[in-house]
């Protein structure tokens, strides 16, 4: 059973414009949640992270928040550009550096 | 760069035969991981390490086994390969303030 879904295989926004991907998931022992970006035929690469304590975390273009009582958690970029096109997991675990669960991702593509 | 390499990077195999995947890196971390990526599943976990010789099962374990004799080295084998195994496969460290994974570059492995 999947314990944490992405629902929107895809997403196709215009360049300067705000992409909103969207994750839930199903156990509410889970309290550490990552967002991976993964480009054709590379490994996925790290881009923000939150904890349970948060409902929201900044890193430049990207915010993630979240939200515990709907046990959803959203990735915001501002502003998109073509080089944000990739495929976006996210992640969940109960404290770190036990077992990661993943979602089945979303490919967005921004369009120039 | 977190020095993760994995070897081979593409494999044709038969099915019953047996399979090692390699998985190196030079920083020596604590955490290692193997996932398998496929179509509609995302990233799942098979088996994760948290230290020399000490190894446990992720969600989708079975058919797999896994050694980690050396803190760099973390070796993935398929003892009977068969065609559901197919998939492209990752080796991840755990490191980083944000508890982050960082991935190797995949081994896409075709049993025919």
């Known amino acids: 059973d999947q314990q944490v879904k992405q629902n929107s295989p895809s997403l196709s926004v215009q360049e300067g414009r705000i992409s909103i991907l969207n994750c839930d998931y199903t156990n509410s022992m889970f309290d550490y949640f990552l967002w991976y970006k993964k480009y054709p035929a590379e490994g996925p690469t790290f881009l923000i992270s939150?904890?349970?304590?948060?409902d929201k975390n900044e890193d430049g273009r990207f915010t993630v928040f979240l939200n515990k009582s709907a046990k959803h958690l959203s990735l915001h970029i501002v502003p998109s550009q073509p080089g944000d096109s990739a495929v976006y997991f996210c992640a969940a675990s109960v404290g770190t550096g036990n077992q990661f669960y993943f979602g089945t991702g979303t490919s967005l593509t921004v369009i120039p | 760069d977190a020095g993760i390499t994995q070897s081979p990077r593409h494999k044709v195999t038969e099915t019953g035969t047996p399979v090692t995947l390699r998985c190196h890196q030079t920083e020596n971390h604590r955490y290692m991981y193997w996932y398998r990526q496929d179509p509609g599943h995302g990233l799942r976990l098979i088996h994760y390490?948290?230290?020399?010789?000490?190894?446990d099962k992720g969600e989708v374990s079975d058919g797999y086994s896994v050694s980690r004799s050396k803190t760099e080295d973390f070796l993935l084998t398929l003892e009977s390969a068969t065609s559901s195994q197919t998939s492209v496969y990752f080796c991840a460290i755990l490191q980083g303030l944000a508890y982050e994974q960082y991935f190797g570059p995949g081994t896409r492995l075709t049993v025919t």
């Open positions: 390490s948290y230290g020399v010789k000490d190894t």
């Open positions: 939150i904890s349970s304590i948060k």
